[in-house]
């Protein structure tokens, strides 16, 4: 049988543009795949601020011009391979170039014409896919086009897709002119059953309601998500297409992130010898004006600053976190808010608070290996990548019991000395509190917390068994 070929349609992809987990996810599960006979493939916009050293790596295939409402757009087509993964880039500088990934007042119309100039740029890639597996809402409308105006077309009819959801909560909702205005749909779509969502246009619904199999990004999550409580208002559509969903946990590239082999850290370590941890820490508080004391505790949150993340129980006991004798690390950017919250704590905790309010993937590594703890409270969780590379780098993770982070951190067990962490319930600060001076007590039992280290170090979430799991699913979609 010829290889299956897949084409991950998505808004970012590591390491060419990255905002958040996403972007890990589609920029190593393809590879993980072609060791699964997966021929898998990503296209993805030519963002203006994709690193110039990738850019020069990028080769030019040519222009076509393609529809959104009525309008005809430009589209240049380039391609560069990455750890053995063809990556595809689609130009157009009035919607790309910009300064960043998200958040312009045209989202509809940049991510509309993104999905259209998919469809309409496959014929020109030597690449006509099985599969076409799109990623959030930003990549919804391909299912929606493929089979309201693809359909009779012969070389997209035998196509299937395959919608995941990373993260339930971003949803592409818009007004409703931009219906027959931008995504040049007649009326009939403009339907519960189909597009209308709270008297808008929903892309990712589009991308639920339209494509021939969904999947989301924990076991747990799969669940959570069919309930009023974390369905986000989207739950019974959800729940009528639970014949058709599965919970895949995500993986991470176990290549790029290896304390053994990192080029980002200070100094390199094992899981047979997890001492580098101690120099690396040493050397993060020194760079980080913290205290520096093998003796104290240090705390790491790596995150987009977004309510979310369960930022407003850290704010409720913060200064009760210092008195536990621990220190903070804070790398993150987001909402003024919590950037603020974090700033105004730094500064009033000299030497044991450091916020570090921006996007750095050199220090987030540093703060992987060389903080011990690393807090992840989130209020909801698709899966969450994080406390995963945490694990991989033997920072202990300390989450709430929540989606992707129920399944993959099992609480420390003082009894039978079991688990890879430690965790919490109920969404609340004291609990929260609580368990991380039950975190912080165990930190000062060396032997123990080593014990849990390398427990954490010795989990095994590289992408192999999930990919097995897509390829799979391709299988079967593609009959
Ligand atoms: P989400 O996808 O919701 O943002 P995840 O935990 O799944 O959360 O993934 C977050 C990814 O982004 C991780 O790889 C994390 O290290 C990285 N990250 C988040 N914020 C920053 C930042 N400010 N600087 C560097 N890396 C970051």
Redesign the pocket.
Known sequence: MSMTKVLFVSPEAAPFA???????VTGSLPAALLDKGVDARVILPLYGVIPQKFKDSMTYKKYIYVNVGWRNQYCGIFEAQYKGVKFYFLDNEYYFKRQGLYGYDDEAERFAYFCKAVLEAIPHLDFIPDIIHCNDWESGMVPVFLKCIYRDNDMYKNMRTLFTI??LKYQGVFPKQILGDILGLEEEYYTPEKLEFHNGVSFIKGGLTFSDYITTVSPTYSCEIQEPYSGEGLDGLIRSRRGSLAGIL?GIDYSEYDPSKDPFIFVNYSDRDIDGRHENKKRLQEMLNLDVSSRIPVIGI???LVC??GLDLVEQVLDDIISLGAELIV???GEGKYESMFTDAAFRHKRRISA?I????V??HRI?AGSDIFL?PSKF???????I?ALRYGSVPLVRETGGLKDTICPFNEYTMEGNGFSFADYNAHDMLYTIKRAVDFYSKEDIWSGIAKKAMACDYSWDASASRYAKIYDALKG
């Open positions: 990255k905002t958040g987990g996403l972007a890990d990373h993260n995500n790596i995150t987009r979310q993340k790398l993150g950017t570090n921006k996007f750095d993937d220090l987030a992987y992840m969780e698709p899966c969450g990548l994080g406390q590379i």
